[in-house]
């Protein structure tokens, strides 16, 4: 064999080595990219959820309670959120979480009767209802709000009672004078009822309902 015959073969046999040492780079450059996708695939799955307006108030609330527990305002900012995100038992406890530390807050009290109003607890709402007006005497529309639910239970002299007292203190609201009727009608009281419709009426010449209500009188 002739020395040229020898580096031939050497050289063939150094490119044969080369084969397994690409294949080997490629494999690993396959593995780094498979692993790279599923991170990217577990990334979005776990870290890149989209939030909603009220999910991202929910969030910044809850972290300045952390720094505030005792802070009403955010409580009732907190509860109002988890009742319109329909969240009402969560809405419930901030709720009575306010009253705890300050029982005598109207804020607190009408909202706990809205959601008791919610899961028709009519006389928990009533009761909370009583508080709002008892901490704070110029609720009138806690006052409409209380004969809605007396009228709705058919208690009509209460109804008439608390609507009379919510035109008291705000005469120009024309659900006040309509509702009223509502009651007085239910009494029998028909003169009385027409009155308050017209008053209703005149504070709101375009609602329909005051305008149909009238004119089932006639």
Request: net charge neutral.
């Amino acid at each position: 064999m002739t020395e040229n015959e020898v580096r031939g073969r050497g050289k063939r046999s150094s490119s044969n080595e080369k084969i397994p040492t690409f294949l080997a780079f490629f494999i690993i450059l396959l593995l780094l990219g498979i692993i790279a996708f599923t991170a990217l695939i577990i990334q979005k799955q776990f870290f890149s959820k989209t939030y909603t307006p009220l999910e991202l108030e929910l969030k910044a609330v809850k972290q300045q309670i952390k720094r505030e527990p005792k802070n009403e305002g955010l409580r009732l900012q907190l509860g109002y959120i988890y009742y319109r995100m329909d969240k009402k038992e969560k809405a419930l406890t901030e709720y009575m979480k306010v009253t705890e530390m300050n029982k005598k807050n109207p804020v607190a009290h009408y909202n706990i009767a809205l959601v008791y109003i919610d899961k028709d607890q009519i006389d928990k709402a009533i009761k909370e209802l009583e508080s709002v007006v008892k901490y704070d005497p110029e609720q009138h529309n806690a006052y409409n709000k209380i004969g809605e639910l007396y009228h709705k239970k058919k208690e009509y002299d209460e109804a008439k009672e608390n609507f009379l007292k919510a035109i008291e203190i705000e005469s120009i609201i024309s659900t006040y004078h309509l509702n009223l009727g509502k009651t007085l009608k239910a009494q029998g009281d028909n003169e009385g009822a027409i009155n308050e419709f017209e008053e209703a009426l005149k504070f709101s010449p375009e609602d329909t309902e005051v305008k149909k209500e009238i004119e089932g009188m006639k």
